[in-house]
């Protein structure tokens, strides 16, 4: 369940699930995908935005050119800020994002 060649960033958190187990109980991830934990919004490459549900190249640019101005998240509500992603958008990636 794990991908032992993926490249990790400073602050990134790998969740390692018990043998014949779940990360968390709950899998995120897609087969062959690391359990990363939550994305930051402050680091995160335009892939791996791009990789969250609702969230396509377009928005993910948004993103990052909102960081680049702004500076880096301090919140997972700035997205609110962000063209495109509205209450609803926010609320579904509140547990998939980290500051």
Do not use: W
Not at 16 to 45: D, E, Q
Not at 74 to 79: A, G, H, K, N, Y
Request: charge should be negative.
């Amino acid at each position: 369940m794990i991908n032992l060649a993926a490249l990790l960033a400073d602050g990134e958190q790998v969740v390692v699930p018990a043998v014949g187990g779940r990360a968390g109980g709950r899998s995120r991830c897609r087969p062959g995908t690391a359990a990363t934990g939550p994305v930051h919004l402050s680091t995160a490459t335009l892939e791996q935005l791009d990789s969250l549900p609702g969230i396509g190249p377009v928005t993910a640019q948004k993103i990052l050119d909102y960081r680049q101005k702004h500076g880096a998240f301090t919140s997972v509500d700035e997205l609110d800020a962000v063209p495109g992603i509205g209450p609803a958008r926010l609320d579904q990636l509140t547990d998939l994002v980290a500051p």
